[in-house]
């Protein structure tokens, strides 16, 4: 795949040390920031990388599953998630 190709890769705080850096595809990013904006608000900094250094892992855990239930749960599903109940 040549570089122009490639898809953007969203970076992801990972609480662990590790020698690489985390990331993760745009489309799975954009879904956690959909539901992020849907739960918090738009914060265009988040995706424009100007921004704390991304999503942490267990924010795109619970954006990710919040996203699988209907949008009028994702507030309820993510405060469950971030809070260890839910995944």
Not at 21 to 42: I, L, N, R, T
Not at 61 to 78: H, K, M
Request: glycine share 8%.
């Amino acid at each position: 795949m040549s570089k122009s190709n490639e898809e953007r890769a969203f970076p992801i705080q990972n609480p662990h040390k590790i020698r690489h850096k985390s990331q993760v595809p745009e489309p799975v990013y954009m879904k956690a920031y959909e539901v992020y904006s849907h739960v918090f608000g738009p914060q265009p900094a988040i995706i424009e990388g100007t921004c704390r250094g991304g999503l942490e892992v267990n924010e795109l855990i619970a954006f990710l599953y919040a996203a699988s239930f209907p949008q009028e749960e994702w507030r309820q599903r993510v405060d469950l998630a971030l809070s260890g109940g839910g995944v």
